[in-house]
């Protein structure tokens, strides 16, 4: 009983395979959006709502002082396409 079982060992070697995958198709990912033209475009903005980070969902809550809050805006397109969705952390 020394040894861990065979099936352990094979569960671990397959997480670690899947996860280096997911670590090299994020990392191609990110050197395509990088490399990738900026591109620009008109819009307005539709709605803008700001809310704290952990985003507790407590009847209670209050806003503490010096809580990290995020930052979600709406905006439309003046081209006539879909609307946008962003999501920022307070910087």
């Known amino acids: 009983m020394s040894k861990p079982p065979l099936i352990f060992i094979i569960v671990l070697a397959i997480i670690a395979v899947l996860a280096t995958r997911q670590f090299i198709k994020q990392r191609r990912e990110v050197a395509v959006n990088d490399a990738s033209p900026e ?53």
């Open 39 to 91: 591109r620009s475009l008109q819009v307005e903005v539709k709605t803008k709502r700001e809310f704290p980070a952990p985003n507790r969902r407590s009847r209670q809550r209050e806003v503490i002082a010096g809580e990290e809050m995020r930052y979600e805006v709406l905006f439309h397109p003046l081209n006539g396409a879909s609307d946008i969705k962003v999501q920022l952390k307070e910087a």
